[in-house]
RNA sequence: CGGGGCGUGGCGCAGCCUGGUAGCGCGCCUGCUUUGGGAGCAGGAUGUCGGAGGUUCAAAUCCUCUCGCCCCGACCA
């Protein structure tokens, strides 16, 4: 491509609402440009890169046997009523009606939409399994749009669904497709991370999620240094506590004035934060619960949902903290609780003895608490959020270490949780009718540019791996006044591209530096730059994007050269 | 949804407090010079100061409402 012929314009300057890397080099690259929050028109750049990420998906998803269909955008409510989703899914589905007054939605995932299809055409075990797949706009109505592409309402992904006559050949298939995404994401060039994760609202009973690791990522991990464990903070877990510690102590009140915080209470009473056990009153589902966590750990609301089998979790407003406690926030306990409402106690709670507590009472606390001595919780279990330096569950040795991490993919195993309400099913084998056993499986295409971005940068701009640049080779023409220089780079242009290279030809009438920058910011992995000293030598200059060194290669080997070393790295 | 902030030419900003009819840098256009890391000089174009209402002789500036956008949080006793 000519650069005098296409739209790429360059900005010196970001918009100061651009803070990330990846947003912040694709607007002043020239790759995408705001129409709303979260919403991008991408210029011919950034669109160059999307097909490149969805070709290597497509190559991938095909390769594993999964055929490509192209669903609707704009889905009817029906759908969503049918599954239950259009009152479970909440305001981030858009909703519209059509000029007749009936309701639609626009498609922030389409297991309905797939459900119904299949469940229409498909009959027999003899058509199963079967997994279709397609790249498609998505609209989600995010709380917080930010990040440029890291988050957007309006986003390219690729969903796939998969259908099965029981669940063992449902895992062959999760297995299948988690391979393939390792496939997909190195292929990109990706540093990337398999995670065990939470099913969120799509549902099902086993999750991975891809993350790229970075630090602007949105989302928490932690690893296991010893072994492969990994896993969304949202779902870790840690090893819990081996020997319980014996009580001591008796219960025993003591006064803590003003002391709301465990920061506070722990230097007030100088007992160690590990030592004292908070209590958190929540609404579940409206009925209020009291949950016990050690002072310096968090509690885990994803887990505590689950382990409740609640869907609404609320903290409880200072009131009904009050209601409940018979005390301002900040002296709840376990013990004397004016209301009793069940008591769920984390596992590491369980292992402590003679802890600290509130004492359900103004300006008091407990000392000296043991579990079954002074107060019988409902049930145990891990309620709280996994930290760095835990212990790993999955192995004797290893510790947990934080990360964080960009969302770029995610398999999901579903069982017949949209079989089932939707009613995709089979004829058997054995003449039986059956639920289809699902999974489904994400790529957030247009995320994995940006998480690309966040890997790939220096302070100068982009710095693509092969795979993914909008353009494999950058032709300098640094002078616009030397009919030799206009020439060979011209010859260079058309011979890269008569090899199938993908060229960004510099014909415009600027000055030598503005291309350099430029070459630099858009981030063209191979640089060939053409002046005048160099051709009267006979020699045009190779430079890589992300080194420093610059090869002098004459002018007659330089296409087959570069084209040579551009096929080498595109995997 | 809670908190904070911002809307002034394509981009980045100043002006607002203390009202007097809009300015700077980059970019853009023209000309000359320049030509290997975002050139120099000269000339030029581009603004409903987000929108509506109000106060005032007079509003970018003060007041009210509203829309849009960005950041942080939505893990706490």
Same mark, same amino acid.
């Given at each position: 491509?000519?650069?005098?012929?296409?739209?790429?314009p360059?900005?010196?300057?970001?918009?100061?609402?651009a803070?990330?890397? &990846?947003?912040?080099f694709?607007? @002043?690259?020239?790759? *995408?440009?705001?129409?709303?929050a979260?919403?991008?028109?991408?210029?011919?750049?950034? %669109?160059?890169?999307?097909?490149?990420?969805?070709?290597?998906?497509r190559?991938?998803?095909d390769?594993?046997?999964?055929?490509?269909?192209f669903?609707?955008?704009?889905?009817?409510?029906?759908? %969503?009523?049918?599954?239950?989703?259009?009152?479970?899914y909440?305001?981030?589905?858009?909703?519209?009606?059509?000029?007749?007054?009936?309701?639609?939605?626009?498609?922030?995932?389409?297991?309905e939409?797939i459900?119904a299809?299949?469940?229409?055409?498909?009959?027999?075990? @003899?058509?199963?399994?079967?997994?279709?797949y397609?790249?498609?706009?998505?609209?989600?109505?995010?709380?917080?749009?930010?990040?440029? =592409?890291?988050?957007?309402r309006e986003?390219?992904?690729k969903d796939? !669904?998969?259908?099965?006559?029981?669940?063992n050949?449902?895992?062959?298939?999760?297995?299948?497709? !988690?391979?393939?995404?390792? @496939?997909?994401?190195?292929?990109?060039g990706?540093a990337?991370?398999a995670?065990?994760a939470?099913?969120?609202?799509?549902?099902?009973?086993l999750?991975?999620?891809?993350?790229?690791?970075?630090?602007?990522?949105?989302?928490?991990l932690?690893?296991?240094d010893?072994?492969?464990?990994?896993?969304?903070?949202?779902?870790?877990?840690?090893?819990?506590p081996?020997?319980?510690?014996?009580?001591?102590?008796?219960?025993?009140?003591?006064?803590?004035?003003?002391?709301?915080?465990?920061?506070?209470?722990? /230097?007030?009473?100088?007992?160690?934060?590990?030592r004292l056990?908070?209590?958190?009153?929540?609404?579940?589902?409206?009925?209020?619960?009291?949950v016990?966590?050690?002072?310096?750990?968090?509690?885990?609301?994803?887990?505590?949902?689950?382990a =409740?089998?609640?869907?609404?979790?609320?903290?409880?407003?200072?009131?009904?903290?009050?209601?409940?406690?018979?005390?301002?926030?900040?002296?709840?306990?376990?013990?004397?609780?004016?209301?009793?409402?069940?008591? !769920?106690c984390d596992?590491?709670v369980q292992?402590?003895?003679?802890?600290?507590?509130?004492?359900?009472?103004?300006?008091?606390? *407990?000392k000296?608490?043991?579990v079954d001595?002074?107060?019988?919780?409902t049930?145990?279990?891990?309620?709280r959020?996994?930290?760095?330096g835990?212990?790993?569950?999955?192995?004797?040795t290893?510790?947990?270490?934080?990360? @964080?991490?960009?969302?770029?993919?995610?398999?999901f195993?579903?069982g017949?949780?949209?079989?089932r309400?939707?009613?995709v099913?089979?004829?058997?084998v054995?003449?039986?009718?059956?639920p289809?056993?699902?999974?489904?499986?994400?790529?957030?295409v247009?995320?994995?540019?940006?998480?690309a971005?966040?890997?790939n940068?220096?302070?100068?701009g982009?710095?693509w791996?092969?795979?993914?640049?909008?353009?494999e080779?950058a032709?300098?023409?640094?002078q616009?006044?030397?009919?030799?220089?206009?020439a060979t &780079?011209?010859?260079? !242009?058309?011979?890269? /591209?008569?090899?199938?290279?993908?060229v960004?030809?510099d014909?415009?009438?600027?000055?030598?530096?503005?291309?350099?920058?430029?070459?630099?910011?858009?981030?063209?992995?191979?640089?060939i730059a053409?002046?005048?000293k160099?051709v009267?030598?006979?020699?045009?200059?190779l430079?890589?994007?992300n080194?420093?060194?610059?090869?002098?290669?004459?002018?007659?080997?330089? &296409?087959a *050269?570069?084209?040579?070393?551009?096929?080498?790295?595109r995997?």
């Amino acid at each position: 491509m000519r650069m005098s012929q296409t739209l790429i314009p360059t900005l010196k300057e970001a918009p100061s609402e651009a803070e990330v890397p &990846s947003h912040v080099f694709m607007v @002043r690259g020239g790759y *995408l440009r705001k129409v709303a929050a979260g919403i991008y028109s991408f210029l011919p750049l950034g %669109w160059k890169v999307v097909k490149k990420v969805e070709k290597i998906i497509r190559e991938e998803m095909d390769r594993a046997g999964a055929s490509e269909v192209f669903l609707p955008a704009v889905i009817p409510a029906e759908l %969503w009523q049918e599954s239950g989703r259009w009152d479970q899914y909440g305001a981030q589905l858009l909703r519209f009606k059509d000029r007749k007054g009936g309701d639609f939605v626009i498609g922030p995932t389409h297991e309905e939409v797939i459900s119904a299809l299949v469940r229409s055409d498909v009959r027999s075990w @003899r058509q199963l399994p079967l997994n279709l797949y397609q790249i498609q706009t998505k609209f989600r109505d995010e709380l917080r749009p930010r990040a440029g =592409l890291m988050r957007g309402r309006e986003f390219i992904m690729k969903d796939a !669904y998969s259908f099965h006559v029981d669940e063992n050949d449902a895992n062959r298939e999760y297995k299948k497709m !988690y391979d393939t995404y390792q @496939r997909i994401f190195t292929r990109c060039g990706l540093a990337f991370r398999a995670v065990e994760a939470d099913t969120g609202n799509i549902g099902g009973s086993l999750s991975h999620e891809f993350q790229v690791l970075t630090e602007t990522g949105e989302d928490a991990l932690v690893a296991c240094d010893a072994c492969d464990y990994a896993a969304n903070v949202e779902q870790a877990v840690a090893r819990p506590p081996a020997d319980p510690q014996t009580a001591s102590e008796q219960c025993q009140r003591v006064p803590t004035p003003g002391q709301h915080t465990i920061a506070e209470v722990s /230097s007030f009473l100088g007992v160690p934060q590990t030592r004292l056990v908070k209590t958190l009153i929540y609404l579940a589902d409206g009925q209020p619960v009291a949950v016990l966590v050690r002072g310096d750990r968090a509690v885990n609301e994803i887990k505590l949902r689950r382990a =409740l089998e609640v869907t609404e979790l609320l903290l409880a407003t200072d009131a009904a903290v009050r209601e409940v406690t018979g005390a301002p926030v900040g002296f709840a306990g376990p013990v004397g609780l004016k209301i009793q409402v069940p008591i !769920y106690c984390d596992l590491e709670v369980q292992a402590l003895a003679d802890f600290v507590v509130g004492a359900n009472a103004p300006d008091a606390h *407990l000392k000296g608490v043991n579990v079954d001595n002074d107060f019988k919780p409902t049930a145990f279990g891990d309620y709280r959020t996994a930290a760095e330096g835990d212990a790993c569950a999955r192995c004797a040795t290893g510790h947990l270490h934080a990360h @964080r991490g960009i969302e770029v993919g995610q398999v999901f195993f579903l069982g017949t949780k949209y079989s089932r309400p939707m009613g995709v099913t089979f004829l058997d084998v054995d003449g039986l009718e059956k639920p289809a056993q699902m999974g489904c499986y994400g790529i957030g295409v247009t995320r994995i540019v940006a998480a690309a971005i966040e890997q790939n940068h220096d302070k100068d701009g982009i710095v693509w791996p092969v795979p993914l640049a909008p353009y494999e080779v950058a032709v300098l023409e640094l002078q616009q006044d030397d009919d030799n220089v206009i020439a060979t &780079s011209k010859r260079i !242009y058309e011979e890269l /591209s008569a090899a199938g290279i993908d060229v960004l030809y510099d014909d415009r009438d600027e000055r030598a530096g503005v291309k350099f920058k430029d070459a630099d910011l858009i981030g063209i992995p191979f640089r060939i730059a053409i002046g005048r000293k160099g051709v009267a030598e006979g020699v045009v200059e190779l430079k890589r994007r992300n080194g420093t060194e610059v090869r002098k290669i004459r002018i007659p080997e330089a &296409s087959a *050269l570069v084209a040579a070393e551009v096929i080498a790295e595109r995997r």
